[in-house]
């Protein structure tokens, strides 16, 4: 019998209004998965990394990170460029979900290594829709425990 992998989300959104959305949905969308939410890019980099000014959440085994891209302290490029330098989190999936629609940017994303790259839509609806649908895909995407990539 196959055991369900437990696959926490970290959710790095400096919108307060879209982070509860995004968690609304995902939740419309029937994914039960922890979510953790960060503010900034840098909250997001001192849990990835353990560091010892934070101390507000440990990283789970099992997670994937959902990146905007405009975020105070270190933007979700800095952190995806972080995240993709080191050994640890190299492996760890990463959707970038925000606003920017230029095609240069989001070359730039793929070129730093994001698995996957979604435009928020401007429209409410459409926003909610775009988050549901983000919601089932995530609820059969596997990822690596933190000690089986090396």
């Keep these: 019998m196959l055991s369900e992998q437990v696959i926490t989300i970290l959710l790095a959104e400096d919108n307060a209004g879209h982070a509860r959305l995004i968690e609304k949905n995902l939740r419309r969308a029937n ?3 922890q979510i953790i939410k960060f503010e900034n890019g840098q909250q997001l980099v001192d849990c990835l990394f353990n560091e010892p000014s934070y101390t507000k959440y440990s990283c789970p085994h099992a ?4 990146l905007d891209l405009n975020l105070p302290g270190l933007s979700g490029y800095q952190v995806l460029e972080r995240m993709r330098s080191d050994q ?5 999936p990463v959707i970038i979900l925000t606003t920017t629609e ?3 940017e989001i070359a730039k994303c793929y070129r730093l290594g994001c698995n996957v ?5 401007l ?3 459409q926003f909610c829709e775009a988050i549901c649908k983000l919601g089932n895909f ?4 596997k990822v ?3 000690d089986e990539v090396g």
Excluded at 88 to 92: A, K, M, Q
Excluded at 138 to 141: M, T
């Design 138 to 141: 995530l609820s059969i995407v």
């Design 144 to 146: 690596p425990e933190k």
């Design 123 to 125: 429209e409410y609806d």
């Design 117 to 121: 790259y979604i435009t928020k839509p």
């Design 63 to 66: 997670y994937l990170v959902v």
């Design 31 to 33: 994914l039960p998965n």
């Design 88 to 92: 640890r989190t190299r492996h760890v």
């Design 102 to 104: 230029d095609p240069q």
